[in-house]
């Protein structure tokens, strides 16, 4: 039997004042999780062990640091205007952050989240790399790939998400394509070896590929880079089947006049870190799709489960680094937070300021499309 706690009562509902959401409460559930929370605060290793970390940073740095001029990135460097490497390469302080925290060279997405609302400070105590992994799951849902088909994963980073849906759908041959060549030196080298899945480098706004030689694309928040996304609609569905499907998962506006703060200093510093210059509203992806001759298929939100749980993370440990208790804590279970200084955390309470702010503009979307 579970001892029951006076202070909580058998069920009950929690109010999360930021965004009006309740939450009901379970006691037996709240008493196991007590304990859980209890004893993972003390296992001081419920993230990566910090020597995984610190290999998987080495990794990082040997690909990154080295300059490849692969063709394809300075064609596209000078084409679009658009640094993307400066977005991934450890010149800003929340790439820096992100890293320490689950970033490492397998994903880079936001993570599709379990603990939300009031609960989000949880998401401090465990690995986020399965939050990746969850969003990466539920776009390859989306996608309802069936046996042998041949998919192509836009923008698929250092590769794992290829890799999942190689694991996912092993008859399925597998194309993952990054405008970046040294993301593509990682993905073969910690994924390569399987005559299913092969990676390339690639602009997704000019697919060197054959007309209708895909079943299934697949763009996982990526295309918010890209400066023309018609064009890659439109290339998207040049290399379908007739009857291929397309997800696209990314952030929009939530309404046109959202995009009157693109100005603004909040969603300037958050476009220079992440490099992009403008994205679509809801509706203006949906259309511009139909113009690129897609057919829409379903539309999810997914913001209550990426950027609001990501926003709520990110002040929760800006929060808990003022609590000296429970900054021993979270510094205990991930040491690596501490090489930040205080200068650091000063720019990342800006750049959580600045995020919320284009968070609360925007929203976290999955769209799917199909040709025909
Ligand atoms: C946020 S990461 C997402 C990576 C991957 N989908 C994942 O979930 O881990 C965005 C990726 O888009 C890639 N990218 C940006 N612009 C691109 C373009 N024009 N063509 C192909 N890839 C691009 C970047 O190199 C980066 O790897």
């Not at 030689?213 to 064009?231: G, K, M």
Request: aromatic fraction near 10%; charge should be neutral.
């Amino acid at each position: 039997m579970q001892a029951v706690n006076p202070h909580f009562p058998e069920s009950g509902r929690i109010r999360d004042s930021r965004s009006g959401q309740t939450w009901r409460v379970d006691l037996g559930r709240l008493t196991c999780f007590q304990r859980w929370f209890r004893s993972s605060l003390r296992a001081k290793e419920t993230v990566a062990a910090p020597s995984e970390l610190l290999m998987q940073d080495a990794v990082m740095e040997s690909s990154t640091m080295d300059r490849v001029d692969g063709n394809c990135e300075s064609i596209v460097e000078s084409t679009t205007g658009q640094d993307v490497h400066a977005a991934y390469d450890g010149s800003n302080v929340l790439f820096r952050l992100l890293r320490m925290i689950s970033w490492g060279p397998g994903l880079m997405n936001l993570g599709y989240f379990r603990f939300r609302g009031p609960f989000a400070f949880l998401n401090l105590l465990i690995n986020l790399e399965n939050t990746q992994r969850r969003l990466v799951g539920k776009s390859i849902e989306l996608l309802d790939v069936k046996g042998a088909q041949k998919i192509l994963d836009v923008a698929c980073g250092r590769g794992k998400s290829s890799f999942m849906m190689h694991c996912l759908n092993p008859e399925a041959t597998i194309v993952g394509l990054d405008l970046l060549q040294r993301n593509i030196d990682v993905a073969r080298l910690l994924f390569g070896c399987s005559p299913r899945l092969s990676y390339e480098n690639g602009n997704a706004m000019h697919l060197e590929f054959e007309s209708g030689s895909f079943d299934r694309v697949q763009c996982l928040e990526a295309a918010f880079h890209f400066p023309d996304r018609s064009r890659f609609l439109q290339e998207a569905f040049r290399v379908l089947k007739p009857g291929g499907r397309m997800v696209v998962v990314d952030f929009a506006w939530r309404q046109p006049e959202d995009r009157k703060c693109l100005e603004d200093p909040e969603t300037r510093l958050v476009r220079d870190i992440w490099q992009w210059d403008d994205l679509y509203d809801v509706e203006e992806y949906k259309r511009e799709a139909r113009n690129a001759g897609f057919k829409e298929v379903e539309t999810v939100d997914w913001s209550d489960r990426v950027t609001a749980p990501f926003q709520a993370t990110f002040e929760s440990l800006l929060a808990v680094r003022k609590r000296p208790w429970l900054r021993r804590r979270v510094l205990g279970v991930n040491p690596l937070l501490n090489s930040l200084s205080e200068d650091d955390w000063k720019q990342l309470e800006e750049i959580a300021k600045a995020h919320d702010y284009v968070r609360r503009r925007s929203q976290y979307m999955a769209f799917v499309f199909t040709k025909g």
